[in-house]
C-alpha cells in the first residue's frame, strides 16, 4: 500500500509561481506509474491539468500549456508541478494522483490561492 502526500501550496499574487510536490512513500515501485494533476474549485468537476508518464512524456491542459511545467524525479519517489505566471483562474484545490493499470493513488490536495 502507498501513501501519497501533497504539497507546496500557498497564497500567491498573479503572476507569481509555486511548486507542488507529490511524494509517495510505502511499499510503491514509483517509477512504474504515471503521475497526474488535478484541482477542484467549489461547484466543479475535479479536473485534470497535467500528467507525466513513466516514460516522462508531459501534457497539460490547454490553459496551463507554457505556464505549468510536470516533471519527476523517480530516486525521490517525487513528482512536480511547477506554476509559472500563476492566474486568477488557477486558484483551486490541487490534488496528485499516482497510478496504473493496476493501482490509484491519491493524495489530499493542497491549496491554491491566487489573489492580490
Known amino acids: 500500500q502507498a501513501h501519497i502526500v501533497t504539497s507546496g501550496g500557498g497564497l500567491v499574487q498573479p503572476g507569481g509561481s509555486l511548486n507542488l510536490s507529490c511524494t509517495a512513500s510505502?511499499?510503491?515501485?514509483?517509477?512504474?506509474?504515471?503521475v497526474h494533476w488535478y484541482r477542484e474549485t467549489p461547484g466543479n468537476e475535479r479536473e485534470k491539468v497535467a500528467g507525466?508518464?513513466?516514460?516522462?512524456?508531459?501534457t497539460y491542459e490547454d490553459s496551463v500549456k507554457g505556464r505549468f511545467t510536470v516533471t519527476r524525479d523517480n530516486a525521490k519517489k517525487t513528482a512536480y508541478l511547477l506554476m509559472n505566471n500563476l492566474k486568477f483562474e488557477d486558484t483551486a484545490l490541487y490534488y496528485c494522483n499516482v497510478r496504473n493499470i493496476g493501482d490509484s493513488y491519491w493524495g489530499l490536495g493542497t491549496q491554491v490561492t491566487v489573489s492580490s
Open positions: 507525466i508518464t513513466v516514460g516522462d512524456y508531459a
Open positions: 510505502g511499499d510503491i515501485f514509483f517509477s512504474i506509474y504515471g
